[in-house]
């Protein structure tokens, strides 16, 4: 019994910790998403019609983060549906962008435009970078 009430002391605080962490995390990826993403997905992220999606509940942002992940690494010239709607711009692909900053900025789009999701992890990218070089 003392065993548990100690160890809840010890972890408590780190789950604490784990919860408010991803603050500075989405602080950092707002001001990476205005250098970075914003010409294109607008500052409301609602992107702009036929040109380029918006990042509000898409498949894509608020579905499978190694997805997600992949394709901001690669950016895309082909014309693939988006929840069923087609967009003509290209999107560069973000792979200056390094782990933490992907990481950040994927983080930040999640938990913003009405999206609430997990944040992404710079060990998350790197396992994803690693799969597509
Ligand atoms: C030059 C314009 C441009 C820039 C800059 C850009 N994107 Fe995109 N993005 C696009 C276009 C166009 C598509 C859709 C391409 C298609 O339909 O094939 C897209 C698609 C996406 C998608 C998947 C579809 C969706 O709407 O959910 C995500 C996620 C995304 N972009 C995130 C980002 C992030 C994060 C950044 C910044 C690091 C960024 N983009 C920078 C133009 C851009």
Known sequence: MKKIVISIFIFCPFAVLAQTNIKPSIERGKTLYETYCLTCHQDDGGGVPKLNPPL??????????????KWVLQGTTDKIAIDGKFYSNNMAPQDNLKDDEIADVLTYIRNSFGNKGSAVTPAEVKTVRATIK
Do not use: Q
């Open 56 to 69: 509000i509940k898409t498949s894509y942002v608020s579905g499978d983060k190694k997805k997600l992940i």
